[in-house]
């Protein structure tokens, strides 16, 4: 069964320095890896993806991860902290056609100090 | 621009009473999701529909049930309200191929309704 673990459950970095948001994933086959964000009072978006593609994934407002199979970790990274980036962050990994098309990690809570 | 709306964004119900909560989405997609999303416990899977009509239980179907009788429209039905059932509910769709969920389309998700059961 395919599975998720994010590492810390609430991350707090200041204003302008570096955002590591950490991910394992446990999957019987290559999978497909999401982020997605959550912004206070507002639905889920998707942040990037991976889809066996370049392992390096690109996303959007600065956001990329990397694709690590030995290591089995998928971490969102972001060079430079803006007070826009805090929220809550989840990560996903595809589960098999079936009763579980998407499985999500518990989330960790990114807070922006200026 | 996509969207999926729900029909309220908060609710406040009695244990017992019978709960509706509507979404619906203006992107023709073919698959529906309702989750539940609780501290601490991330996202999980109520039921899902890949088709009118079809509906597929998810990881805790137990106390729900879904009505799907329009492609845009997908209901959640709380047959009798508990209190273990408050909690924010989270709709969202995606495309599909042929009734076959694809894990790698992107899903859309709609604001959420915080439901309260007293």
């Known amino acids: 069964a395919q599975s998720v673990t994010q590492l810390d459950s609430h991350v707090s970095v200041s204003e302008g320095t570096p955002v590591l948001l950490r991910c394992n994933y446990s999957?019987?086959?290559?999978?497909?890896l999401f982020w997605y964000v959550q912004h206070p009072n507002k639905g889920l978006q998707l942040l990037l993806k991976?889809?066996?593609?370049?392992?390096l994934v690109k996303g959007i407002n600065g956001f990329e991860a990397e694709f690590k199979k030995s290591e089995t970790s998928f971490h969102l990274t972001k060079p430079s902290a803006h007070m826009s980036d805090a929220a809550e962050y989840f990560c996903v990994v595809s589960g098999l056609s079936g009763n579980t098309p998407l499985v999500f990690g518990k989330g960790t809570r990114l807070s922006v100090i200026a | 621009d996509v969207k999926v709306t729900q029909s309220s964004r908060y609710l406040v119900k009695r244990t017992g009473e019978k709960v509706f909560l509507e979404c619906v989405q203006d992107m023709d997609h073919e698959n529906m999701f309702w989750y539940r999303q609780d501290p601490g416990l991330g996202l999980r899977l109520i039921y899902f529909?890949?088709?009118?009509?079809?509906?597929e239980k998810g990881d805790i179907p137990e106390g729900y049930s879904v009505s799907r009788e329009k492609k845009e429209r997908f209901s959640l039905i709380l047959e009798s309200a508990s209190t273990n059932q408050t909690s924010m509910y989270l709709c969202?769709?995606?495309?599909?191929?042929?009734?076959?969920?694809?894990?790698?389309?992107?899903?859309?998700f709609g604001p959420g309704t915080r439901l309260t059961v007293t």
């Open positions: 991976y889809t066996s593609a370049a392992t």
């Open positions: 969202a769709s995606s495309s599909g191929d042929d009734r076959v969920i694809l894990p790698d389309y992107e899903q859309y």
């Open positions: 529909s890949y088709d009118v009509k079809m509906k």
């Open positions: 999957s019987s086959y290559s999978p497909s």
